[in-house]
């Protein structure tokens, strides 16, 4: 069964057609990178496939269900792009991790056994165990990437959707991220992720689905560093170290820069 | 503790304790989401609510619940919609609420606007008994709401976006806020008025949340220090002859100030 099944999709914000007729299917398992400039419409993807940006045409099935009768919401895992985490008050790093399993818990009821042992297993994963009581606050940039993408394991999810989980992270979060994601696919888990950079992600991508002006460009194995340079619509540049060939800088941002 | 013979200060003092408990428990939800000004915001928007039950010979109270509710989920509507920021919104309906409370008060017979200052800076003398009934069932009610849906609650006030992914009824738990913040702020009216009704709400929550690391242990220790604050205001006004809001509204700053010393003393890890 297909986890995200877009066909001919079309989103306006604000006035503004941001995605104009993209088809895109995402089967169990799968380990997909979208691709794309700034402004390419590959964040509008991923929030129209977890729902959060409506479609102005074209269906949308998640899990073979329309959208619209779509209620096992809980499958889903989503890490937004976010500059800090959490709101006005001071969190804990578990705090903040449990409420990921908000939408599986009952109301009126402690959480229980089963709940405390995936808040516990999302940090494990993270490598966050040892700061679970700390405040989220007092974490670096790249640890508080890693609480959010806590939150979102500590749910279950099926498939987890990952907004530039890479973006601003130093090397070891990229590192223990990678692993974290390797982790879930090995287990059945599809993951859907947005990145200017792969970094560490590279071995795990399967399929990069590659966005322009609001259209997929191309769809199909992720770009290698050799080869491929004239292939139309290449939009992949790497980073000419052939020394390291396991740092591929899938997308150089100056390359993107229009 | 001669104060305590007093019937009204028996009841004032019950009152105090309720409040100042309530207003913090809804307070924090509100700091986390940011909208700290809130509770301002529907305070202003009661002050109509007030005046309209003077003019229709209603008891204020209703007038003012039923009004304050409907303000805090147009502001909560027109949030939502993102057109107006949450800060405009507010704005607008700050001035609309006072100048509506104003208009209102002065159309109503005998009325003026000094009829309005118990409401604005609080009157514990005024608490009837069966105002202690009412004050009492809104205070259970708020903290119970806290209670029942505080997870859900802390989920939606982190992160609206995610918590909308995994499939949390958003649109539900942010008006349930709005309307509870409304109640809290027509509860808490009576004991510390509608100008200060916010700072019941807020500083309690400021003060705890520099020496705790956690939500919890934040929203605990701000019902803590709202207790504290309004049942020492209602002594001091009662001794000062004060408004009890400003005296229980200056302990809260005090104890702020004081979190903010031990804070430097005992950093938070």
Known sequence: MSVFALHRGCVTLGGREILHDVSMTVDEGEFVAVLGANGSGKTTLVRTLVGLVPLAAGDLDIFGTPIARFRDWPRLGYVPQRLAVGGGVPSTVREVVASGRTGRARRLRRLGRDDQHAIDHALEDVGLSHRAKDAVATLSGGQQQRVLIARALAGEPDVLVLDEPTAGVDADSQDTLA????????????VVLVAHELGPLAGLIRRAVVMGGGRVLSDGPPPTPEGHH????????????????????VLEPRTFDR | MSFLQFAFMQRALVAAV?????????????????????????????LTGVAL???LGTAPVLTAIVVSIAGAVTIELIRERGRTTGDVALALLFYGGIAGGVL??????????????????GSLSSVRPIDLVVIAGLSVAVIGVVAVFGRELFAVCSDEEVARVSGLPVRFLNILV???AAVTVTVAMRVVGLLLVSALMVVPVATAQQLSASFRATLLGACAVGVVASVGGLVLAFYADVAPGASTVV?????????????RLRPVR
């Open chain 1, 179 to 190: 692993g974290a994601l390797g982790h879930l696919s090995r287990q059945g888990g599809s």
């Open chain 1, 230 to 249: 004239s292939h139309e619509g290449h939009v992949h540049t790497h980073a000419h170290l052939s020394d390291e060939p396991q740092r591929t800088s």
């Open chain 2, 18 to 46: 309720l409040v100042g408990a309530a207003a913090p428990a809804i307070g924090t939800f509100l700091v986390q989401r940011r909208l700290s000004l809130m509770g301002d915001g529907i305070g202003h928007i009661a």
């Open chain 2, 53 to 55: 039950g003077f003019l």
């Open chain 2, 104 to 121: 209102l008060i002065g159309l109503s017979p005998g009325g003026s606007s000094a009829t309005l200052v118990s409401y604005l800076f």
């Open chain 2, 178 to 180: 709005a309307v509870t």
């Open chain 2, 251 to 263: 302990l809260a700053l005090g104890a702020f100030l004081l979190g903010a010393v031990g804070s």
